[in-house]
C-alpha cells in the first residue's frame, strides 16, 4: 500500500497572509519583521513554546513581548496559516474518495497544530503528524521515522511532498520518495491514474 504524505504551509496551505497585521503589532517594518519571524521559526516548530518564540521574535527587533501579546500574535499567526488552497482540497478529496492513504506530516507549533486538527479538510488524512508535538522538525531523520511507525508503514511505501528542497533531500534521505511541491496538477502526474 503506497502511501501519500502532505506538507502543509504552502503546500495544503497558500502562504501566510498575516506577517504585515503580526509587523504592525510589534511596530516593525514589514521586511525587518519578516526576517526575525523566520530566524527563531525551526525552533519554534521543533516544539519551542509560543511565548518563548515570540520574545525571540521580539527580541531580534527590540520589541518586548509580554504573555497577552504573544497571545495575541500567537492568533494572528495561526489565522493567517488558516488559508487552505481549493486545487489541493480537491487533489485531497479525490485521493481520499480512491482510498488513497493520506497522511499529513507538517513543521508546526503545538498551538498550531490543535487548531488544524479541527480545520474540515483533515478529515481526509488517517495521521495528522506535527513537529511541535514531536520536538523535532524536518529535515531531522528522526521526524521521518516517527513518521513511518505512526503510520505502521515502510518509508519506501511513502510519497511525501514538501515545498522545500531540504525536507524533500530529508525524506530521500529517510527511505521516502520525496517529491518538490509544484501545485496540484504536478502532484496528480507524479502519482499517476
Not at 496551505?13 to 525587518?32: F, M, N, Y
Not at 508503514?153 to 520525496?178: I, K, M, Y
Request: hydrophobic share 45%.
Amino acid at each position: 500500500m503506497r502511501w501519500v504524505v502532505f506538507d502543509y504551509g504552502e503546500v495544503i496551505s497558500q502562504p501566510t497572509g498575516a506577517l504585515p497585521e503580526l509587523a504592525s503589532l510589534l511596530g516593525a517594518p514589514v521586511e525587518a519583521f519578516a526576517a526575525a519571524y523566520w530566524e527563531p521559526r525551526h525552533d519554534y516548530d521543533s516544539g519551542t513554546p509560543d511565548l518563548v518564540y515570540w520574545r525571540a521574535v521580539g527580541a531580534l527587533l527590540g520589541v518586548e513581548v509580554d504573555e497577552a501579546l504573544s497571545a495575541r500574535l500567537t492568533d494572528v499567526d495561526v489565522r493567517g496559516w488558516l488559508r487552505p488552497d481549493p486545487s489541493v482540497l480537491e487533489l485531497l478529496a479525490d485521493l481520499a474518495s480512491e482510498g488513497v492513504p493520506l497522511a499529513l506530516l507538517s513543521n508546526a507549533s503545538a498551538t498550531f497544530a490543535r487548531v488544524a486538527e479541527r480545520e474540515p479538510w483533515t478529515r481526509h488524512f488517517r495521521h495528522l503528524v506535527f513537529s511541535g508535538d514531536l520536538g523535532v522538525a524536518k529535515p531531522d531523520p528522526r521526524i521521518f521515522a516517527a513518521l513511518a511507525e505512526r503510520i505502521g508503514a515502510d518509508p519506501r511505501d511513502c510519497v511525501f511532498f514538501d515545498d522545500r528542497q531540504v525536507n524533500v533531500d530529508g525524506a530521500n534521505a529517510a527511505g521516502l520518495t520525496g517529491v518538490l511541491w509544484q501545485g496540484s496538477s504536478h502532484a496528480r502526474s507524479v502519482l499517476g491514474p
